[in-house]
């Protein structure tokens, strides 16, 4: 199969690379809801009553679509805000980021950071190696999210792995640039 064109993908305001982020991939699957095989395919979690996992293309997603036919959630609503303990965001941010945006696979249940009353963006899945280059701007925000003392997040840090290990994910605030985030592992 020749990988399609990402520049053809619906654009995800709170997900601006889901290719990069593995979220979705390359597939010649017919999507589950409009029957079409387009080059592209979700990877990520589904939270619903049909098997849909890597069934839905992103147009689908993007449209609201899937969710429509489906009642389908990519991350559970009250996980939008870390269930009160980020900032607070309006029930159409919610919507926006649960049923039309693609998510991530994370260890745990996924989370979405929320900043200055609005969804971060999703950056990518982080180990050590990415918080010390692409993502060196965010460590401090995933260090205090953990609440481990010095001795005990160096520790953790040199564990963390974005594919095996405990892992970072990163967001980025829209409105002020805020870096943001959790981790988690299995």
């Known amino acids: 199969m020749t990988k399609p064109d990402a520049t053809e993908l619906p654009r995800f305001k709170y997900h601006p690379d889901p290719v990069s982020a593995g979220s979705i991939v390359a597939s010649d ?6 029957g079409l095989a387009r080059g592209w395919i979700y990877g990520g979690p589904t939270y619903c009553t049909a098997e849909l996992d890597e069934l839905l293309c992103p147009w689908c ?5 899937a969710h429509e036919k489906f009642a389908v959630e990519f991350v559970d609503p009250v996980a939008v805000g870390d269930y009160g ?11 926006e980021v649960a049923f039309r945006t693609p998510s991530f696979n994370g260890w745990q249940q996924e989370r979405w950071f929320t900043h200055c009353n609005d969804a971060a963006i999703f950056l990518g899945c982080a180990g050590k190696r990415e918080l010390e ?13 953990t609440g481990y003392s010095e001795e005990q997040w160096a520790e953790y840090f040199e564990l963390m792995d974005a594919d095996y290990g405990p892992t970072a994910y990163v967001f980025r605030c829209l409105h002020c640039n805020t870096w943001g985030g959790y981790s988690d592992c299995a």
Do not use: F, H, N, T
Not at 85 to 95: D, L, R, T, Y
């Open 61 to 65: 997603i993007a449209d609201g679509s």
């Open 133 to 145: 280059s692409s993502y060196r701007a965010a460590q401090e925000a995933i260090k205090l999210e």
């Open 29 to 34: 699957v017919k999507c589950k809801s409009c």
């Open 85 to 95: 303990s980020w900032s607070s965001v309006p029930q159409a941010v919610i919507e």
